[in-house]
């Protein structure tokens, strides 16, 4: 099959069906089924209906006849790795990898699912949502729940196996609950997943930055902590190139160093960067615990992808995640330096049919400046 942008009916289609769902979502479906309802709950209802229909092979079919948007100039290859566009599902939706079916025929270039921990994980208590909508953003503190990285990643190479066009990444995390113990367990935790995701997906993704663990975040606190980190993980042989999952809110000069320590070792690229923990500014509940997605992490991402492509060049292959809900700030988050771009809350926010807007948004831009391809764009603002 040829491209959609390149079939007038097919485009003409692709169009009014996308318009034709973001007016639904708008007016119907976010106020009256997805808004009216708990956050938690309104989850859970999600990932159930993702299960149900990535059982319908006709529900499939019509999703990717009414939203897949190809073209070829939002073609690229990052880090030996062949994508249909650069937009994908971050981490911390689906943890036990449930929407991989929905999101290949939406048109999702890639999905990182989990993250994932080498122990089932119940996670925190609940409640783990809060919404800010006059922030764009969720209040996050889930703890990485999910079913355990053997099970994960075993979906996980399924779904990657069966998807037609989507890569699958995996994430995976130190286990929060109460058999952690000192930096050699948490070391060992994560080899426990790497050695299970080694060849099984198209990229792994190492999260050492997730804000909501009884844990804490050692292997951020110092340099040190995160080489021996990587020192183990470096002798177990993988195939797929390594992203890793950096913080949002160290100072230039920690992550700078952080970044300098992964740069000797097997790591090909970064994930810029977890829930934003300062809430300067904003109005928000004392009792809510958590990190904000979405609004609050915009423009510190962009500038944290900036700077970190401005110094370390082409080392790493930069992934960037955090308040993406428009094709004019994917395109930004691209000029700074990322390769890839990746959200969440533009889902809840947005509707399903976002990842068409941002592809048709995102290739009309390219076109306007003269790219012909999305990776000529990377970095061209610094």
């Known amino acids: 099959m040829g491209y959609v942008s390149e079939s007038f009916w097919h485009d003409a289609v692709n169009k ?21 309802r708990p956050p938690d709950q309104a989850h859970d209802d999600m990932l159930a209906f993702c299960r149900m229909a990535g059982q319908l092979p006709p529900l499939l079919w019509l999703e990717r006849a009414m939203l897949d948007y190809t073209d070829p100039v939002l073609e690229t290859t990052v880090m030996g790795v062949d994508f ?76 990657w196996t069966h998807a037609d066009g989507m890569q699958v990444s995996v994430s995976i995390a130190r286990t929060n609950d109460d058999q952690v113990g000192d930096l050699d367990e948490g070391i060992e935790d994560y080899c426990v997943s790497m050695r299970r995701a080694a060849g099984r997906t198209a990229m792994v993704e190492v999260n050492v930055s997730c804000p909501n663990t009884t844990a804490g975040e050692p292997f951020t606190a110092s340099p040190e902590n995160l080489d021996r980190l990587f020192d ?127 592809k048709r948004g995102l290739a009309r831009l390219l076109k306007r400046d003269g790219f012909a391809h999305v990776a000529d764009a990377v970095g061209v603002d610094l």
């Not at 270039?109 to 122990?119: N, Q």
């Not at 979405?294 to 962009?302: E, L, V």
């Not at 330096?337 to 926010?349: E, K, N, R, T, W």
């Open 84 to 159: 249909a566009n650069p937009f994908g599902l971050s981490a911390g939706l689906d943890k036990n990898c449930e929407m991989a079916a929905v999101l290949d025929h939406a048109g999702f270039g890639f999905e990182t699912v989990g993250s994932t921990t080498s122990r089932p994980c119940a996670g925190n208590a609940k409640p783990w949502f809060h919404r800010l909508p006059e922030y764009d953003s969720m209040m996050v503190h889930v703890g990485l729940a999910n079913i355990g990285s053997d099970q994960v990643i075993d979906r996980a190479e399924q779904a």
């Open 16 to 36: 009014a069906t996308t318009d034709l769902f973001t007016f639904g979502y708008k007016h119907v479906v976010k106020p009256d089924l997805v808004f009216s």
């Open 232 to 358: 183990a993980l470096d002798r177990i042989d993988r195939p797929q190139p390594t992203l890793v999952k950096m913080p949002l809110n160290k100072p230039w000069e920690e992550f700078r160093d952080l970044v300098a320590v992964l740069a000797e070792h097997n790591v090909q690229g970064l994930t810029i960067a977890n829930l934003n923990k300062d809430r300067t500014g904003l109005q928000i509940p004392d009792g809510w615990e958590g990190g904000l997605s979405g609004g609050p992490c915009t423009a510190a991402s962009t500038a944290l992808v900036a700077r970190t492509r401005r110094e370390f060049g082409d080392r790493f292959a930069i992934a960037g995640v955090g308040g993406v809900f428009t094709p004019r700030q994917a395109y930004e988050r691209i000029r700074a330096g990322a390769d890839l771009v990746m959200f969440i809350s533009a889902l809840m926010y947005r509707g399903p049919q976002q990842i068409t807007v941002l």
